[in-house]
């Protein structure tokens, strides 16, 4: 059995149908914490680097910070 092809409700405009998935409240917990923790990650990677800088490293090293903290994602 085959499933119908997934189209656009007749008479809803485009951007309602693409926040259509955060009105149920377990994927919007879930998208919301996501959020939460990219921008905690993203905060930690920027002091990291920033103390990198700070404590006389040079363009290699804080480029290598940047690199410890993304290699596993990569792997």
Do not use: Y
Request: glycine share 8%; no cysteine; charged share 10%.
């Amino acid at each position: 059995m085959s499933q119908p092809p997934l189209e656009q409700p007749e008479g809803v405009p485009p951007s309602k149908a693409m926040w259509a998935p955060l009105r149920h409240r377990l994927f919007r917990a879930l998208w919301i914490a996501q959020l939460v923790s990219n921008t905690g990650t993203w905060m930690q990677t920027v002091g990291a680097q920033w103390l990198m800088g700070d404590l006389g490293g040079d363009a290699l090293a804080i480029a290598l910070v940047q690199t410890a903290a993304t290699l596993p994602v990569f792997l």
